[in-house]
């Protein structure tokens, strides 16, 4: 029952929504976070193109022993501007770059139980602004760090995972504050794409970048656009409605109205038992996981899979690894506002709709990846597909990602915490998998990344299954709002005080 009267307490505040200046406050909000994870983003990815032009890749052998034609794409398919060699400076071979590729993930996923601690404890806006300052201060150091040793830059990118590992657990923190119940998809998908267009902006740019003035320019450029970022989030970014100084009357009463007074219980003993005995708890971990294994292994193996297979120029490779991303951006969006509207027209419980979009969001792009597996040199289909993958994936921003806020707004930054530590495990091994999957000595061939691309739809589904069953988006039963006794109490007297206060809007 009590999940019940929340819902008509949100319901009773979505309709007395605020009259509001040009931008409203909580939308300010979104930008500012939305342009967060656009930088967080971009330092997190660059590498992933900057590698092809760091590493010296020699063709292989012409005889090169059991690889036969159909194992490999001839260079002829390439765009235009290909060349069949880079002469980068580092002799890293394919384990080297798959550790340093993971090696983000060895720190990040050290902090996000702290992410979520700190967060709800002392206040998100901090350390989600210094994640992406610190963060973009390193980039800074990479191109010395990588000409000293490997191991350098490796200990550079473990660095900026352990800053960045606070990033999801604080904002979703702010969510749990900020966003009203019916409009938390839209807002957590807006704010999220942000990573998606960073993603863009870094593969589209960081090509660029090296092929003209060098790969070191790359970390340059991301690093010095996150601490100017950092600039306007001290400014402008608050941590709630209520230390917003700026914030109209109107609108902070009704965010707290809409959200109830359950987000506010900061200092009440953590519920640790029912976070872990719970199973809608442990279906966000394991979509986590799985969702991540998929989106990791692609984020950081597409532009060498273009390269090395498909034979795609730096900058061509970086526009091909960009699209899909783009792609992904818009389709956040667009599900955000679906599952917001199926929600608020009551088509669909929260429920229903969190199982529906995460099973959706994994099932098709699972589909991509295993077509994607016999697709060969056809380099346009490959490409159309690889952009469906994922692209496709991002349905599931209106699936797990924003299901945490539903369960527990005042615990959402430790649930992320906890879910995400699981999901961090993908980033730290699926580099390191692809990388023991595709070492032969005579080169990566087609047969190999077919393997890559059937465990990632494998798990794809598995999951997808494991989370459609016992996924829920129901409040969960230790949210419990302080100075009320009973759910019902708590909700007669939400519903009184929003009709109460209806003539303020």
Known sequence: METGHWEISSQLADEVRPKTPWISSRSMFCVLSFLGFFNAYSLRVNLSVAIVAMVNVTVAPSDAGNTTAIDVCPSGNSTPSHSPTNNGGFDWDSNIQGVILGSFFYGYICTQFFGGWVSQRYGAKHPFGYAVLVSGALALLIPVAAKWHYGALIAVRVLQGLFQGVCYPSMHTMMGKWAPPLERSRMVSFTYAGSQIGTVASLLLSGV??????????????????????????????????????????????????????????????????????????????????????????????????????????????????????????????????????????????????????????????????????????????????????????????????????????????????????????????????????????????????????????????????????????????????????????????DERLLTDHDLY
Not at 259 to 280: D, Q, Y
Not at 351 to 359: A, C, E, K, L, M
Not at 376 to 401: P, R, S
Request: proline share 5%; hydrophobic share 45%.
């Open 209 to 494: 970048l090296a092929e003209h003035l060098g790969w070191e320019s790359v970390f340059y450029f991301f690093g010095a656009s996150s601490i100017l970022w950092y600039i306007f989030w001290l400014c402008f970014a608050f941590d709630s409605p209520n230390n917003h100084p700026r914030i109209t009357e109107d609108e902070r009463l009704y965010i707290i109205h809409a959200i109830g007074a359950r987000s506010e219980v900061e200092e009440a003993p953590l519920p640790w038992r029912g976070f872990f005995t719970s199973l809608p708890v442990w279906a966000l971990c394991v979509a986590n996981f799985g969702h991540n294994w998929g989106f990791y292994t692609l984020l950081t193996n597409i532009p060498t899979y273009l390269s090395k297979i498909l034979h795609f120029s730096l900058e061509t490779n970086g526009f091909f690894s960009a699209l899909p991303y783009l792609v992904s951006a818009i389709i956040m969006i667009v599900s955000g506002f679906a599952a917001d509207s199926l929600r608020e027209r009551r088509i669909l419980s929260t429920t229903s709709v969190r199982r529906v979009f995460q099973f959706v969001g994994q099932l098709l792009p699972s589909v991509c990846l295993v077509m994607l597996g016999y697709i060969g040199c056809n380099l346009y289909v490959a490409v159309t597909l690889l952009t469906l993958a994922v692209g496709l994936d991002g349905i599931t921003a209106a699936g797990y990602q924003v299901n945490h806020v539903d369960i527990s707004p005042s615990h959402a930054g430790i649930l992320l915490g906890i879910s995400n530590t699981f999901g961090t495990i993908p980033g730290m091994v699926g580099p390191y998998v692809v990388g023991q999957l595709t070492k032969d000595p005579l080169g990566e061939t087609i047969p190999q990344w077919r393997l890559v691309f059937f465990i990632s739809a494998a798990i794809y589904m598995v999951t997808a299954i494991f989370f459609g069953v016992f996924a829920s988006g129901e409040l969960a039963a230790w949210e419990t709002p302080r100075g009320k006794t009973t759910a019902d109490d708590r909700a007669e007297e939400d």
